[in-house]
Nanobody, 116 residues
């Protein structure tokens, strides 16, 4: 069982930045995938970014060039640096971990609101 706790959400103006952090209850060094998803009101949850064991990353087209995912295997954390935020980035952001091929774990979510 893996527990994930997100932090760092809040209210920011358009064009601003936020950094989200996800702390895992155990070692993430061998996890197949760790990533971030988001869910806006009235919409389905969508994938945002992923990081793989070798450190390679992937991003949804909507955030490419603005968001950066990173990890610290010494602290068992995965962060999401969000720059040039837009109102359409407003959502609850969820950390996700897939240690292997089957199990998937979610955090409780953190609210990000982009508004003037």
């Amino acid at each position: 069982q893996v527990q994930l706790v997100e932090s760092g959400g809040g209210l920011v103006q358009p064009g601003g930045s936020l950094r989200l952090s996800c702390a895992a209850s155990g070692s993430i060094v061998s996890f197949r995938i760790m990533g971030w998803y988001r869910q806006a009101p009235g919409k389905q949850r969508e994938w945002v970014a992923a990081i793989f064991p070798g450190g390679s990353t992937d991003y949804a087209d909507s955030v490419k060039g603005r968001f950066t995912i990173s990890r610290d295997i010494t602290k068992n954390t995965v962060d999401l640096q969000m720059n040039s935020l837009k109102p359409e980035d407003t959502a609850v952001y969820y950390c996700n971990a897939k240690p292997g091929l089957v199990a998937t774990y979610w955090g409780q979510g953190t609210q990000v609101t982009v508004s003037s």
